[in-house]
């Protein structure tokens, strides 16, 4: 548990991982930069149900995915990419509720294609 005179401690990983967008890993007021609505929406919306520290869940469950941005969704089949209606249902199981509508704003946001557009014909 972390106390008021002892701020969270991150390997050099870790700190790695979090200097882009986070403004210190050394104390415990820090402000956040650079990360895509997107991400700060979803979040936010996994923090508050978190048990751990911000910093602590986005590098647990977010910043794995942060490299990879603007690529195709792991495990997505090139012959029949997800729409973003069955990735609104994807995100509503892991407890993301979020609308079709707002899948599609925030994968524009993010510089990915329509399924459509990341359809590979063989």
């Known amino acids: 548990m972390l106390s008021a005179t002892h701020a969270e401690q991150f390997s050099e990983e870790?700190?790695?991982a979090l200097a882009p967008y986070?403004?210190?890993t050394e104390r415990h007021v820090?402000?956040?930069t650079n990360l895509p609505e997107t991400v700060k929406g979803a979040l936010f919306a996994r923090?508050?149900?978190y048990q751990g520290t911000l910093r602590r869940l986005y590098l647990e469950e977010f910043a794995k995915d942060a490299a990879g941005g603007g690529q195709a969704f792991d495990g997505e089949d090139a012959k029949r990419p997800l729409s973003?209606?069955?990735l609104m249902k994807i995100l509503n199981r892991e407890g993301i509720h979020i609308a079709r509508r707002t899948v599609a704003k925030y994968r524009d946001e993010l510089k990915i294609?329509?399924?459509n557009d990341r359809k590979q014909i063989f």
Do not use: G, K, Q, V
Request: glycine share 0%; aromatic share 16%.
């Open 14 to 16: 870790e700190r790695a």
């Open 22 to 24: 986070f403004t210190n």
């Open 30 to 32: 820090f402000a956040l």
């Open 47 to 49: 923090y508050s149900r």
């Open 84 to 86: 973003d209606s069955e």
């Open 113 to 115: 294609p329509s399924s």
